[in-house]
Nanobody
Framework: QVHLMESGGGLVQPGGSLTLSCAAS????????KGWFRQAPGKARELVAT???????KYADSVQGRFFISRNNAQNTVYLQMNNLKPEDTAVYYC?????????WGQGTQVTVSS
């Protein structure tokens, strides 16, 4: 069993920054991909950023250059540094772990960008 716990969401003004954290526990394999997805009201869940166990990253075009993903494999933690936040970044952000052909999800953390 795998458990993911996100933290770090909240309310921030446009142009501000936030860092999300996700701690994974349970049966974590050495080979996996960790990442972040988000879902805004009335929209489908979309990929924000992912990082493989080899350090290969992938970002959505809308966050490229503003968001940065990192991970600490020893602590089974993944981070998302979000800079220059925009109102359209408002969403529930979900941590994701992909291993052994299975997806695991956190409960989500709300990020609201508003003045």
């Amino acid at each position: 069993q795998v458990h993911l716990m996100e933290s770090g969401g909240g309310l921030v003004q446009p142009g501000g920054s936030l860092t999300l954290s996700c701690a994974a526990s349970g049966n974590i394999f050495d080979m996996n991909a960790k990442g972040w997805f988000r879902q805004a009201p009335g929209k489908a869940r979309e990929l924000v950023a992912t990082m493989s166990d080899a350090g290969i990253t992938k970002y959505a075009d809308s966050v490229q250059g503003r968001f940065f993903i990192s991970r600490n494999n020893a602590q089974n933690t993944v981070y998302l540094q979000m800079n220059n936040l925009k109102p359209e970044d408002t969403a529930v952000y979900y941590c994701n772990l992909y291993q052994a052909y299975q997806d695991y999800w956190g409960q989500g953390t709300q990020v609201t960008v508003s003045s």
